[in-house]
């Protein structure tokens, strides 16, 4: 069974940076492509960055603007996002999950409902 948890949420103040860590524990972590979401109030949950099995490809949402980074440790079973430049409109809950499809169809990274596995998320607050 596969269990994903993430840490490195909290308060924070517009300008500061933060690291998330999903660590993914179960099989074959290396087989899957990872990604971080997150959701705020009132809104869908909305893709922030994925990464391929290997970490050869990465992908971000629009509003990223070289702010996000996402890398992987397949060593350590885990995946990174570093968040830089933070905004209040980063407040959010990030979730950390794992893709399998990404093997048979890489577009799959950028649907929710193509993930195998999530995390419980991790609350991000950036004040003004």
């Known amino acids: 069974q596969v269990q994903l948890v993430e840490s490195g949420g909290g308060l924070l103040q517009a300008g500061d940076c933060l690291r998330h860590?999903?660590?993914?524990?179960?099989?074959?972590?290396?087989?899957?492509?990872m990604a971080w979401w997150r959701e705020s109030p009132g809104q869908d949950r909305e893709s922030v960055a994925a990464i391929s099995w290997n970490g050869d490809k990465t992908y971000y949402a629009d509003f990223r603007k070289g702010r996000f980074t996402i890398s992987r440790d397949n060593g350590k079973n885990a995946v990174y996002l570093e968040m830089t430049s933070l905004k209040p409109e980063d407040t959010a809950v990030y979730y950390c999950?794992?893709?399998?499809?990404?093997?048979?169809?890489?577009?799959?990274?950028?649907?929710?409902?193509?993930?195998?596995?999530w995390g419980q998320g991790t609350q991000v607050t950036v004040s003004s």
């Open positions: 860590s999903c660590a993914f524990t179960g099989r074959s972590f290396s087989i899957y492509a």
């Open positions: 999950a794992a893709d399998l499809n990404y093997y048979t169809d890489p577009n799959s990274v950028r649907r929710r409902y193509d993930y195998d596995y």
